[in-house]
């Protein structure tokens, strides 16, 4: 057997069932994967130096392939549901056997790597790939342990990733040929039939969202963090493409994370080491701090270049919108290490609103802010998960359904207690449309985004008017520096107002529609919280 690369002498992927493989390449950096991935002809560089490739069949997550193993640990704690989907231990068990087979006379590579920036909450990851842009990937995205730690390193879950492995839907239980599959029991992950990395990352953000809040009494987030230079605090949740990565890459403040967080009794903290963004229409006016990450160690998925260039054309969506670039967290030059930050002041909910109908800006009450956490409304951007060409309203409770494994109040509950506890602000975002529906209207510039957030953060808005928006209720202010006035109202944005009228009632409806299922659960001041339609 051949092993190259830095490893703990004791351990072995043997003991994984991972048996007469080629050669183990343990813990190799950015550069060796990169060499690698050009040596076996599965990327590219671009002008910049990134790492191109193309992720193949699934440029998205797949979310009708997740599935859980259903046994004694988790058949009474899962929130059974389309997310969630429950698998048998001797299937799981079958499928991976089939895996590990599989990588028999490959090379393989191994990352040993971990979660949660707070060593309170630190989980040890050991990541198993078939390729070594994936093993790459895995080293942007989760932090890295230092050489000493290495030599010592005891994983409590391991991932294996096989794309080239083809699962039978028949015998092996699955929807179809791929599939991404947790086991809590033997804390392991196995994930086939798929190149898309996110499936990587999102698989232990699920496990987290299981453990933390069930075993820790920390609340997981899909959030992004970032902190002020006095030290304050703001979170912003949100789903894909609602710009989490983006509005939290400030450079007038530090940058704690982009995607995942956890919220204990005394701070925050990152999951991750790096940030997963979206770059369609990426440009470095709009986005310096993501479009600078872009060198040697960033992987870059599913774009396409100008012709006759090896420069990236971020306009096109011809393999996907959801083209994506990895990079360690340490690549954004505000990004604080380690990645921590203290009890949250302010907490943005961001939502891309397709119908045009909600505030760029609003403040909630704490009722109001628990009826829209678990509403999580926003549309999904096109190209984010396998099957989406276009934006579709939706609501994902918690922002972030389809990687929460416990029952949402036990989230809403969490953030509820949080919330009374640190009197933070929480305020509402549309980076949507204005003006007019999706197709009509246009999107809310980013510029005019940062303001009002800026001006949130830096407490302009605490003095100025709010008026109660007539259906939603949330608070719109009426001023906000360097934002003009005339689009604070979004009712004002409308040139036919009566066609606004009857859009907002419209989404309101589907509010209500939508948090039926949470109305025997929910207190009095969240129900309260509810839309008021103008018609029953």
Sequence with gaps: MNIQGVKNPNATIESLGINNTGTQYWNLSPEELTQHTLDLKQGVLNDTGALVVNTGEFTGRSPKDK??????????????????????????????????????????????????????????????????????????????????????????????????????????????HNFAILNFTKKCAIIG???????????????????????????SMHCSANIGKDGDTALFFGLSGTGKTTLSADPARGLIGDDEHGWTDHGTFNFEGGCYAKCIDLTEEKEPDIYKAIRPGAILENITFIDGTNKVDYTSAKITENTRV???????????????????????????????????????TTGQAMYHFLSGFTAKVAGTEAGVTEPTLTFSTCFGAPFLPLHPTKYAALLGKKLAESKAK???????????????????????????????????????????????????????PNVPAD???????????????????????????????????ANEETIAAAPKSMVS
């Design 193 to 219: 039939g798929t190149g898309y990395t996110g499936e990587i990352k999102k698989g232990i953000f699920s496990v987290l969202n299981y453990v933390l809040p069930h075993e820790k009494n920390v609340l």
């Design 326 to 364: 990895s990079y360690p967290l340490h690549y954004i030059s505000n990004a604080v290490e380690p990645s921590v930050g203290g009890i949250p002041k302010n907490v943005f909910f961001l939502t891309y609103d397709a119908y045009g109908v909600l505030p760029p800006i609003s403040r909630l």
């Design 67 to 176: 599935f859980i193993v259903k046994d004694a640990n988790t058949e009474n704690s899962v929130n059974w549901n389309n997310f969630n989907i429950p698998f048998e231990p001797a299937k799981f068990d079958a499928l991976y056997d089939k895996v590990t087979n599989y990588l028999e006379g490959k090379n393989v590579y191994v990352r040993d790597a971990y979660a949660c920036a707070d060593p309170t909450y630190r989980m040890n990851i050991r990541v198993v790939t078939e390729f070594p842009w994936s093993n790459m990937f895995a080293y942007n995205m989760f932090l890295r342990p230092t050489t000493e730690e290495v030599n010592t390193f005891s994983p409590e879950w391991t991932v294996i990733c096989a794309p080239g492995f083809m699962a039978d839907a028949a015998a092996d239980g699955t929807r179809q």
């Design 487 to 521: 689009i604070l109202n979004p009712r004002n944005t409308w040139s036919d107002k009566e066609a606004y009228d009857a859009k907002a009632n419209q989404l309101a409806l589907e509010f209500n529609k939508n948090f039926e299922k949470f109305t025997t659960m």
């Design 426 to 480: 929480v305020w509402m975002i549309n980076t949507g449309m204005t003006g007019g529906v999706y197709g009509v209207g246009s999107r809310m510039k980013l510029s005019n985004t940062r303001a009002m957030i800026t001006a949130a953060l830096n407490g302009e808005l605490d003095n100025v008017e709010f008026v109660a928006h007539p259906i939603f209720g949330m608070e719109i202010p009426t001023a906000c």
